[in-house]
């Protein structure tokens, strides 16, 4: 099988994902017997978190948010849906969310927002994910070994896989 070849979407900074974190994603694909993947997301500023906060909210809920995030995390959301209650803009309910993400520490609300040196924090489209089992099974064969730290599935409610990747 020839070298998977990892693609990135328009959100995903690739100039973060350390070469040990692409050799690791290579395993698992190689692993799956895959031929690529596309990024979705990988390190996020605190803009970036909320824009995506918004966007995941407006799509899926207060509920299913609330499911994914922690206490930091939920905080972001009251603030959604408190200046939605209010009637602000879509721009004051992104600016209002930044802020608390920005006050209670951008990495306690998401670890896209962690110090990419420490942790590579990468979002994998499922639609990219030909045979998912398999990609699921390989990930998980890497989680056990300690390649990766934390994996989140789009079946416990992630959009995406979520896939985190310590730095030596």
Do not use: W
């Amino acid at each position: 099988m020839s070298q998977p070849t990892i693609n990135f979407g328009t959100n995903a900074n690739q100039s973060v994902i350390s070469t040990h974190s692409k050799t690791i994603l290579r395993e698992m694909l190689n692993h799956a017997g895959l031929d690529s993947c596309l990024i979705t997301s990988t390190s996020r500023t605190p803009a970036d978190q909320a824009r995506v906060m918004f966007n995941n909210l407006k799509a899926h809920g207060v509920a299913a948010q609330k499911a994914l995030y922690a206490a930091a995390g939920d905080q972001v959301i009251d603030v959604y849906s408190a200046k939605k209650a209010e009637g602000k803009t879509e721009a004051q309910i992104k600016a209002a969310m930044e802020a608390k993400i920005k006050a209670i520490g951008p990495e306690k609300v998401s670890r896209h927002c962690a110090d990419p040196a420490v942790l590579n924090v990468v979002d994998i489209a499922p639609s990219s994910i030909a045979n998912k089992h398999a990609f699921e099974n390989a990930v998980n064969v890497a989680k056990n070994s300690g390649k990766v730290s934390r994996f989140i599935t789009p079946h416990n409610g992630d959009p995406a896989y979520h896939i985190e990747i310590p730095q030596p």
